[in-house]
């Protein structure tokens, strides 16, 4: 068809509505769901839609075949591939058409290369947007394997990677998933009553994809995405219906962490609630306060966090000024069954005047259940400090104008009640009063305290009395200095309450500071960490490193968590430039004068992180370009003796055999040719080295790996080499390597063997195989053992070095043999090493994974040279 002869797709109008689409789900191929789109079909049909299929694979399945009968099929549309016609979608014959429903089988199919090249789409999913689009709903049906997200998972499961696949959002846009379900045992029966594949492909199915452990995992995980699907859309439905109460359709347990030492044990509490049913959620918050650093341990809420994550939940932080507050909005935006929260941490005086968060939790929970949590640290006080503005809490200033509102009455009514003392006694006894009002609640109350205990004293106990008047000096200055003893004593208690709050700030930014010093210093990616911790510590949405070259190019993100990231200072809360290249910028809040300060030691502390990253990436560069002038000064000096004598025996044949002045013998003739050849062997075999080791230095050999059986591939190797005797069990498991490559180690191996030990009267070389097992890892090793003269213990790593021939009086190579084993060996998935052979010699040990274990041994790199 002329492309230009298809009608145009106009893009959507606007009045046009959306299609909706409709996906059958399995766990398997054979499950049904082709038979159920089928079935959806007929149904629609019947009730009077207008419905086609627009495309369909049947698999040659009889009794999904059978259900085409009666409905309308469309053309389909044929490209060329790989000199085939292959059979796709026809979208325009869909939108000629406009349909009511269209059946669309394999959502998740890849469209052959011609239909991209007609200016089609890559994928079937995007076939299927475009008919959306256009107002047309879908039948489609998909497998589980195929999401995006779950790829690796079934990889890991069943071994086979799924090269087709789509991304989750288009499955989770659908307006309708429902599940075709089927036991593993019933699908192995369709399978092998023949129902899914051909009688031929039955076996090799069944003990390969089919197995009841991979379809069992398969179809827990259709289950569950499923279950997450439902879940999605019953928290949709509450939003719309502005629904608020919780409704526990699955466990979901939220446990308050405040950061204390007592968090481990709620968080495994939680964990064991979540873990009752199937399908239940742990989830741990964190309240961060909203008025500077939050009041906990950093270091100890990380360890917290992995704990929370150990255990297979999820760790958020909020910020709120309410922490019972911000607790219980949490819970309720999840739909939490159960709140975990640990007992309180007052002690019990201060529990009368202030409610701990726990009770908060209980009397506003509603219908979630509150589960407290005793444990060895309760009554315990712990926590960071507010700033020194507020040095006393809001509680105990409460208390402190209690006292001094209730004392001075208390005391009055007493004195009055009972046998008068003197003026000085009773001063003592109001400056008891005065002091309390001190400790509580600091200055002010206490001066109050003081100003009432004064007019309480001149009005009931100074002459004249009942009038505010003083008659003798003398009490005139016992009064004075009863006030100005109850104003020097309320403010050194305020003071050192002040003090002390300044102190324990201090303790806490040092705390903070420490933890961020040691994530620098131990941290696999101090970068990244340090921004979290400050993220963390700071209570912030986004932390972003912003760099730039010069003061004249914009910024850019050199590192980042949280989000929104910001891209320039502009659009922060709060930023430090710690130079003009280097710049820290927070989101979330803005910070106050004293969080400024740390901020910018904190900055001051990641930039030196970037800049040793730098460094460090710097110095290995430079170490790259130290090894390489190494190699290269070797290299010229090796090339310049193990070069110079095959080109000098090549010279001198070819002089001999161009000379015309002298007739040489037929012998002599045949010598030198034959000399010519083995120079220029020589030196064929050098510069396939120096080529295999820039490959294997250059990282571009790429293996192919494949099950073998080792004893072919050790034959294939020693075929031409005399004195090897060969032991390699014919039994032995198969192992998992690129044979090519394995079989260039091997030669390697056993000719640099029987060099070494063919002047020194030993018996031969010998290969021989074994499965060993270490560290609960099998694996093949492949014995090439020598009796020659071995090799010292330092020598033996130094003979894997590029252009050593340690002991190796021959000067037919640059000593670049065992360099290319090694790189080879370890490009393979394999681990080379050199070991004594008992009685003298030298063995090389090559141990290789066994198939299905490729990724267990784990060679350390290493340069590598010819012994």
């Not at 964190?286 to 917290?304: F, Y």
């Not at 929104?564 to 430039?577: G, L, R, S």
């Not at 034959?674 to 020589?682: G, N, Q």
């Not at 043999?817 to 370890?826: D, F, K, Q």
């Amino acid at each position: 068809m002329d492309p230009d002869s298809r009608p145009s797709r106009a893009p959507r109008s606007e009045f046009v509505r959306r299609g909706r689409l409709r996906v059958f789900l399995g766990a398997a191929p054979g499950v049904g769901k082709t038979f159920a789109a089928l079935d959806e079909a007929h149904r629609r049909r019947d009730r009077g839609t207008d419905v086609v299929v627009g495309l369909v694979e049947c698999h040659r399945r009889e009794r999904t075949e059978a259900l085409l009968e009666g409905l309308e099929v469309l053309p389909r549309r044929t490209v060329g591939h790989r000199g085939l016609d292959v059979a796709e979608l026809d979208v325009d014959a869909v939108l000629r058409r406009r349909p009511e429903v269209v059946v669309v089988d394999e959502l998740a199919h890849t469209n052959a290369p011609g239909v991209v090249e007609e200016g089609g789409n890559a994928k079937r999913w995007q076939d299927v947007e475009q008919i959306l689009s256009a107002g047309i709903d879908v039948v489609s049906t998909v497998n589980i394997q195929h999401l995006e997200s779950l790829n690796d998972v079934v990889e890991h499961i069943t071994g086979i990677e799924q090269r087709e696949t789509i991304p989750d959002a288009v499955l989770r846009a659908a307006d309708q998933v429902q599940l075709v379900d089927m036991t593993p045992e019933a699908l192995q029966r369709r399978l092998s009553h023949g129902n899914v594949y051909a009688a031929d492909r039955v076996d090799a199915a069944l003990s390969n994809y089919f197995r009841t452990g991979n379809l069992t995992a398969l179809r827990e995980l259709a289950l569950l995405w499923l279950a997450d699907r439902v879940d999605e859309g019953l928290e949709r439905y509450r939003a719309q219906q502005g629904i608020e109460a919780t409704w526990p359709a699955r466990e979901r347990v939220v446990v308050a962490l405040t950061g204390g030492p007592e968090g481990a044990t709620l968080v495994r509490r939680a964990a064991r609630l979540a873990g009752r049913g199937a399908g239940g959620e742990l989830h741990a918050v964190h309240v961060a306060r909203g008025d500077g650093l939050v009041r906990s341990s950093p270091a100890r809420l990380a360890e917290q966090r992995d704990l929370v994550e150990a255990l297979g939940g999820t760790y958020h932080q909020v910020v709120g000024e309410d922490v019972a507050t911000s607790v219980l909005e949490f819970a309720r935006a999840v739909n939490a069954s159960q709140i975990v929260v640990g007992a309180s941490r007052h002690r019990p005086l201060a529990s009368l005047v202030r409610r701990s968060v726990g009770d908060a939790v209980v009397r506003g929970s509603g219908a979630i259940d509150v589960l407290v949590v005793t444990h060895e640290e309760q009554a315990k006080p712990f926590g960071l400090p507010r700033p020194a503005r507020a040095a006393l809490s809001g509680e105990r200033r409460v208390l402190g104008w209690v006292v001094a509102l209730l004392g001075p009455l208390a005391v009055t009514g007493g004195l009055l009640l009972f046998p008068r003392q003197d003026l000085s006694t009773d001063l003592m006894i109001f400056l008891v009063v005065v002091v309390g009002a001190a400790l509580a609640g600091g200055v002010l109350p206490a001066l109050a305290a003081a100003l009432a205990a004064g007019l309480a004293v001149n009005w009931f106990f100074t002459e004249p009395v009942h009038q505010f008047t003083i008659a003798q000096p003398a009490n005139a200055v016992a009064l004075a200095v009863f006030l100005l003893v109850a104003f020097a004593v309320s403010s050194l208690v305020d003071t050192s309450a002040r003090r002390t709050r300044e102190a324990q700030r201090s303790r806490a930014e040092s705390e903070a500071l420490s933890v961020l010093t040691r994530t620098a210093l131990l941290a696999t990616d101090p970068l990244t960490e340090a921004l979290r911790h400050t993220r963390e510590t700071f209570a912030v949405d986004s932390v972003t490193l912003l760099e730039r070259t010069d003061v004249r190019s914009p910024w850019t993100v050199a590192a980042a968590t949280g989000d929104p990231v910001c891209t320039q200072p502009a659009d922060a809360d709060a930023e430090v430039v710690v130079d003009d290249l280097t710049c820290l910028v927070l989101r979330g809040r803005l910070l106050v004068a004293g969080d400024r300060r740390v901020l910018e030691v904190f900055a001051a502390q990641i930039a030196a992180v970037r800049q040793r990253q730098r460094l460090r990436a710097e110095a290995a560069q430079v170490r790259r370009l130290e090894e390489g002038d190494a190699v290269r000064g070797a290299l010229l000096t090796a090339v310049s003796h193990d070069l110079r004598t095959p080109l000098a025996t090549l010279k001198a044949s070819l002089d001999s055999l161009r000379a015309t002045d002298i007739e040489l013998p037929e012998e002599v003739r045949t010598e030198l040719l034959d000399e010519v050849a083995h120079s220029a062997d020589r030196l064929q075999a050098l510069i396939d080295d120096l080529l295999d080791l820039t490959r294997v230095r250059s990282g571009v050999v790429e293996p192919h790996l494949v099950v073998v059986d080792l004893d072919e591939v050790v034959a294939a190797a020693v075929r031409d080499l005399p004195g090897v005797d060969v032991r390699v069990p014919a039994d032995l498991p198969p192992v998992s390597t690129d044979p090519g490559l394995l079989q260039r180690v091997v030669a390697n191996l056993a000719q640099n063997a029987v060099r070494h030990g063919a002047g020194s009267g030993s018996s031969g070389v010998q290969v021989d195989a074994v499965v060993a097992t270490e560290d609960g890892h099998r694996a093949v090793r492949l014995l090439v053992v020598d009796h020659g003269p071995g090799l010292p213990g330092a020598a033996k790593e130094r003979a894997f070095t590029p252009f050593q021939r340690l002991g190796d009086r021959s000067t037919a190579g640059l000593g670049l043999g065992l360099a290319v084993a090694r790189g080879l060996a370890e490009a393979v998935g394999g681990r080379l090493d050199a070991e004594d052979t008992p009685g003298g010699g030298l063995t090389m040990v090559l141990e290789l994974p066994l198939a299905g274990h490729a990724h267990e041994l784990a060679p350390e790199p290493a340069a590598g040279s010819s012994a």
